[in-house]
């Protein structure tokens, strides 16, 4: 398993969601990123992109303004 | 043992794509959602600028839907690739500076690669007859399908009957007899549709899912590229448009002004790239400057102009500063513009 980070700061839905998708397309089963966020949607928008499409949320913390979401990759084949 | 077919379903978000993606899904389909960001979707990212939105529920209303639906949604950023069809509509503007057309044709393209590349058999829409001045009437939604490419591989679930036959229903991947034959702008059907299908809930997005449709929007991007002398943007700019009230009281510059603490929160990550004011007497706006060669001139009438929007408006003197785009910054005194002394055709 590895840990990535992915930074989707000043980013405004649903642009965070499609960098996240994005960048998961490259990751495999089992990987985690992390991804670090500004804009308030995302904690209903990676949440509900995950759910459709396979991935676990694993936390949510927010710190200052920013707000920090760890996915974990689900099996996508 | 027969083959699964697979379609792609454009998802804006609302009640027609929703209904016709379900419509397909019934007659045993896999199907798969996509949705196209193109920097001017109202879905989505504006409600995170302004405080008095923030309460409001913040839900991207595609994957909402493909969530009710039960599946996956592929977003596309197409940005760049879009410009073009902003900037240069074969098709015209509609009422304001929507290429609906262009776009329409543009995204079923954009779908058509994405079948191939994914090895998916058609696409479907939420399209109806007479539903849309511009793309969506009889004699427009052929040349969509025509000149994207996708031919008789684009297949709209609740106008088909008013439609030739396409290839998914002449290979009997779907039956014809269990699609629909909606046309106008009555929701009824609709309506009836989804209690059959059980469906309760559904996205209305107000004023439609694109700002260029919006008359206010439009009128910005046109002054901005009357100003710079050609049609271009960055998606910045775009943004930018969406955010304060946008004063211009020379030709060449042009004044954002903060409305609330959300969008002077959000303009503080601009400014690096404009030069900006802010009242420091009186509690106040954050004005971005957008505009260059500016005069010493220039800058009392901008700084008069903000501090006429800044609760030292009555007063006789507010105190400002003013910050380049490195960071430095000085302060000034004007005396507030009265409102009278502003003409409205400032205002953008």
């Known amino acids: 398993m590895n840990i990535h980070q992915l930074d989707a700061r000043r980013l405004l839905c649903p642009l965070p969601v499609i960098r996240t998708q994005d960048r998961v397309k490259a990751l495999q089963p089992g990987d985690v990123l992390q991804v670090t966020c500004t804009d308030p949607g995302v904690k209903n928008d990676i949440p509900a992109w995950c759910r459709i499409n396979g991935h676990e949320i694993e936390d949510i913390s927010e710190q200052d303004d920013e707000i920090i979401i760890t996915i974990k990759v689900g099996d996508i084949s | 043992m027969s083959t699964q077919r697979k379609a792609v379903s454009l998802i804006s978000g609302g009640f027609d794509s929703m209904l016709a993606t379900k419509t397909i899904m019934e007659q045993g389909i896999h199907v798969e959602g996509i949705n196209f960001f193109t920097g001017f979707c109202v879905e989505g990212h504006t409600h995170a600028i302004r405080k008095k939105d923030k309460e409001k529920p913040k839900r991207n209303n595609a994957l909402w839907v493909a969530e009710q639906l039960g599946i996956k949604m592929h977003i596309v950023d197409v940005i760049e690739e879009y410009k073009d069809i902003v900037i240069n509509p074969s098709h015209g503007y509609g009422q304001n500076l929507n ?56 297949l709209r679930p609740l106008c088909a009957k008013n439609l030739p036959e396409t290839l998914p229903e002449r290979e009997g991947w779907v039956d014809r007899d269990k699609l629909h034959d909606f046309s106008g702008r009555s929701r009824k059907p609709q309506m009836a549709l989804a209690a059959e299908f059980g469906i309760e809930e559904w996205a209305q997005p107000a004023g439609g899912c694109c700002f260029l449709t919006d008359a206010a929007y439009s009128k910005k991007l046109a002054d901005m590229w009357q100003t710079r002398g050609e049609k271009r943007y960055e998606l910045d700019d775009i943004m930018m448009l969406k955010v304060g009230r946008h004063v211009r009281p020379r030709p060449h510059f042009k004044l954002i002004i903060g409305r609330e603490e959300g969008e002077n929160n959000f303009m503080q990550g601009y400014r690096k790239q404009f030069v900006s004011l802010k009242t420091v007497s009186h509690a106040g706006p954050l004005a971005l400057i957008d505009g260059d060669n500016m005069s010493d001139e220039d800058i009392q009438l901008a700084a008069s102009i903000v501090a006429r929007f ?34 409205e055709e400032w205002y953008l």
């Open chain 2, 99 to 154: 290429p609906c057309l262009d776009c329409k044709g543009f995204m079923v393209k954009k779908a058509l690669q994405w079948i191939q590349e994914n090895d998916f058999d058609f696409i479907i829409t939420g399209e109806v007859i007479g539903q849309r001045p511009m793309s969506q009437r009889k004699d427009t939604m052929p040349v969509i399908a025509r000149e994207s490419g996708a031919g008789d591989l684009l």
């Open chain 2, 310 to 343: 800044s609760q030292g408006k009555a007063a006789d003197e507010v105190e400002l500063e003013l910050r380049s785009k490195e960071g430095t910054s000085t302060t000034m005194k004007v005396a507030p513009m009265l409102a009278d002394d502003m003409p």
